[in-house]
């Protein structure tokens, strides 16, 4: 299972992006996953950032981002989707997406995660 993520890049503060994370190789049931976005800015933690569960569709938030992103999935294509609105340069970071086995923010409950796009918020 390889997870990739991409759509990264440099916005203005205030401005959009949408990532996208697909899987491929020998792909799984994803009904049965969540899946989840994590960030990590130079010198810090990993962080949470926003989940779904992939079978009911709900959805859990930093509350960093609550209310700024949205995390949706396409069934038909195994993806997900994490849009970024009003970012801030906070929000700079290198994005993960992960497979998670649980419905959870934390990072030990993700065991596939992708390579991770870099995302700057800068004038």
């Known amino acids: 299972v390889q997870l990739q993520a991409f759509g990264g890049g440099l916005v203005q503060p205030g401005g959009s992006l949408r990532l996208s994370c697909a899987a491929s190789g020998r792909t799984f049931t994803f009904s049965v996953y969540s899946m989840g976005w994590f960030r990590q800015a130079p010198g810090k933690e990993r962080e949470f950032v926003a989940a779904?569960?992939?079978?009911?569709?709900?959805?859990l938030y930093a509350d960093s981002v609550k209310g700024r992103f949205t995390i949706s999935r396409d069934n038909a294509e195994k993806t997900v989707y994490l849009q970024m609105n009003s970012m801030k340069p906070d929000d700079t970071a290198a994005y993960y997406c992960?497979?998670?086995?649980?419905?959870?923010?934390?990072?030990?409950?993700?065991?596939?995660w992708g390579q991770g796009t870099l995302v700057t918020v800068s004038s």
């Open positions: 992960a497979r998670g086995r649980l419905y959870s923010r934390q990072k030990d409950d993700y065991d596939y």
């Open positions: 779904i569960n992939w079978s009911t569709g709900n959805t």
